[in-house]
């Protein structure tokens, strides 16, 4: 086990980013590589600083609480009756902890959910809380491991359909240059916001929907 993967196994793997960095191990690393401060972990709290103070040989240093709280471990909850099916929960979600289709109710897996309250700020509706877990109880070890390994799969799996969107698009590019003219860059463009213009009708027209339910 290199230095990086000891510092990132102190780490509690909620990817919660509270840290200032895109994840638990990135602030891993950059606890080894830049010296920065060890205290910026919400989600570890005291015990969680005590633990990379005794791998780094640095002195214990009080939670920056800046950065947030430590509380009790809280799970995301989706008021499904508002619910819009707009997805941006799910890709928010660095655990898969969501689950759902576009424009159908989405659910969260209360077992799988880290904490991490990625998923709050872009539901359009403001359906998501955070509320404690039920029953109450700490975030372990495993629970760590669990979710590095679920944090890990969802990154292969966002490479392996972003890698297989590009060679979908590539195909599409040269059949429509061998059936038709290419088309000129402005036409192009124009297409490119026609469609950017419909998403934001369909989004609007959704939230004008949720809105009136709560109206009444």
Known sequence: MNRIDLVDAQLPQTQCTKCGYDGCRPYAQALVDDDVPINRCPPGGDVGIARLAAVLGKPILPLDETRGLHVPLHVARIDEQHCIGCTLCIQACPVDAIVGANKAMHTVLAALCTGCDLCVAPCPVDCITMEPALPARAWTDGDASAARSRH???????????????????????????????????????GAD??????????EAALARARSRRAH
């Not at 292969?156 to 003219?181: C, G």
């Not at 026609?194 to 989004?203: G, V």
């Open 152 to 190: 890990q799969q969802r990154a292969t799996r966002l490479a392996r359909e972003s890698h297989e969107d590009q060679e979908r698009l590539r195909a599409r590019s040269a059949v429509r240059e061998q059936d038709s003219p290419a088309l000129p860059a402005a036409a192009t463009a124009a």
């Open 194 to 203: 026609e469609a950017a213009e419909r998403k934001r009708a369909i989004l």
